[in-house]
């Protein structure tokens, strides 16, 4: 259980492919989860992940917490028959949305208490809580608790790092499910030497895998490059890898060649509530009125449901009309095209033409200037 | 093209199963039709429809005329190509809903005048107009353009009755397209002699079928029901029958008994999306505190996905969180719901076995008391 095979590895850059073995399945990695905030992929049947090859999903601790609340799924079962996925589940440890949805927080050095972004009610939550709840759900991966400083004041950060550390070992010492595999959360912000003792401190402890965290939450793209530049030599080679809160098209490419495995963000969907869709190089507003009278699919090369059926003229009146359906269609492009995306990426480290692939991927994208 | 075959009749009551064939296939009789107002049955994909075993559905006039507009869907194609829907489609006239959306309308003996209820824009729909718009949208089964008055005022009933007489000559005259089927509208509200001369007025015409308008506006279910059973023996036998906007189980049950063959509603989409379901004799609301523990699904002798995926329990995760799966979950059990009747019903009748069908059905609800 909780094998990590390496099957190939990039000779030019850090990018691998994997097959990470979880008791729902097998997940190939580089792999991108589709996020099911609470317990529901927005707009999408467990059917229709199956059908766009999803092997991951997420769902938040902290959402599901508070509602429906963790025992009743428990007693419904857990997660997976709760919600109808038989693939693997990923959940956080609820501190991150703890920390941005929940308007009163009080952090301290055992835990942290919130009030309910739903029904103002207060809650505390701690790595032992934390766990808890994971084991309720009973997704495959569960997180260490830990906090989310902000990236770039060293004093905070080396504070919160500490009590970040203490969390991970008590997260372990919570963990009672054989069946689940406890990643734990790099932190350390934009520091090199708080970034290499956190990889450090963490791969003590024996993990089955490791977060990268504290990324894209307010750093630029090349200050989240170099962090993992950084981790990928200090990270165990046999174990995987996984940057949080991460998907736009061009961060999946510039993570896979820095070494990351697992990605997981809610792009892709909530962008398809907006409107947007993905090609590549582009992010179309779809309600634009240049697709008014368009009769060509928002990516002819794209093979999924939305590409195969229907014009950009159709998307542009649903989402106009602000039809359900608009929603369903651009999430299923949306979520098709990083799925695609991971899918040509590891078929391409295995053939040894990942260089080309990402190069190519990358030449519709504007280049990085370094600021 | 067109042809009604009936395939058999039930000797105790009206019921018939026929097959209606179109140029986008053959509508199996009785049928329900669900309804795509704005070129989509709200939360589901064609693939879900034809998976639903829906085989004809309805669009709306007015809505398409005024967005994204009936020229643009000509020019994309037609509504068929549009919408990705490959199977029989009916449009209605337009004038219903220019009587309930539209704020300020003025009436008269050519046509009628209005404000769309998107922008405040004024338009002119006459029965010319109706047919060129329904024309341009191209579906199978076309309306012809009524007055649609409040079914117990006897003397305003009888002015609009000419009204409609003369709109439904004036349709016929404009139509141009011989791949559409132009139905006609009896009219009458709630007065035997004005509904048999509406009947017989529109037979002259020679029309492909007859709908039964003017009904499920206000009047009682029995009123409704001696209505069908004035023109029971009055429209040919030989041409389908179509009781407009008429979508409730027990009164599909009652309309086929009446010897309806086409019935169309948004009932089961709008329940869906306000949280409710159907089963026998019910109507759940599923946001109830009663479902949030229940493992059991909306309905355990249904085959929908639905049903045969997820329990009450989620379900009512789902609505009370205002999940788009949700509103996709239940409008699939709702429309399985009602075509698996329709289904039931017309296998019974090939069978010899309608009556026993229907009284085992409508066991399960009230009996009118005649009020």
Redesign the interface.
């Known amino acids: 259980m909780f094998e990590f095979e390496l099957l190939a590895c990039d000779p030019e850059s850090g990018a691998r492919a994997g097959s990470f073995h979880t008791p729902h399945g097998i997940i190939p990695t580089p792999v991108f989860a589709p996020v099911g905030t609470?317990?529901?992929v927005?707009?999408?049947?467990?059917?229709d992940l199956h059908a766009l090859g999803a092997s991951l999903i997420l769902s938040n601790t902290y959402h599901l917490y508070l509602?429906?609340g963790d025992e009743?799924i428990r007693?419904?079962?857990g997660l997976h028959q709760?919600?109808?996925w038989d693939g693997p589940i990923l959940t956080d440890s609820g501190g991150f949305q703890v920390f941005s949805l929940s308007e009163t927080r009080e952090i301290d050095d055992d835990g942290v208490t919130f009030q309910s972004h739903i029904d103002g009610s207060y809650h505390r939550l701690t790595p032992e809580k934390s766990i808890e709840i994971q084991e309720n759900l009973g997704a495959d991966i569960i997180m260490t608790f830990d906090e989310c400083p902000p990236p770039t004041d060293r004093d905070y950060v080396e504070r919160s790092l500490a009590r970040t550390h203490e969390w991970a070992a008590r997260s372990l010492a919570a963990k009672s499910r054989a069946d689940q595999a406890l990643f734990g959360i790099v932190q350390g912000g934009i520091f090199r030497d708080l970034r290499e003792e956190s990889a450090r401190f963490l791969i003590e402890l024996d993990l089955p895998g490791y977060a990268i965290g504290g990324l894209a939450v307010g750093e630029t793209k090349p200050e989240m490059h170099t962090v993992l530049e950084w981790m990928e030599p200090v990270l165990p080679k046999e174990k995987p890898r996984y940057l949080m809160g991460v998907g736009a098209p061009e961060d999946l490419v510039n993570g896979v060649m820095r070494g990351v495995d697992i990605f997981d963000c809610v792009l892709p969907t909530r962008l398809a509530r907006h409107g947007s869709a993905w090609r590549r190089g582009e992010r179309l507003n779809i309600r634009n009125a240049q697709f008014?009278?368009d009769?060509g699919p928002i990516d002819s090369a794209c093979a999924c449901?939305t590409c195969q059926?229907?014009?950009l003229?159709?998307l542009?009146?649903?989402v106009?009309?602000n039809?359900?359906?608009g929603?369903?269609?651009l999430t299923t492009h949306n979520v098709f095209f990083l799925i695609d995306l991971m899918n040509g990426m590891r078929e391409a480290i295995v053939e040894g033409a990942f260089a080309e692939y990402a190069r190519a991927f990358m030449s519709h994208y504007p280049q990085e200037n370094g600021d």
């Open positions: 609470q317990a529901t927005k707009a999408l049947r467990p059917a509602r429906p009743r007693d419904l079962g709760f919600m109808g008014k009278d009769p449901y059926n229907f014009s003229a159709y542009n009146h649903l106009r009309a039809e359900i359906l929603h369903i269609l």
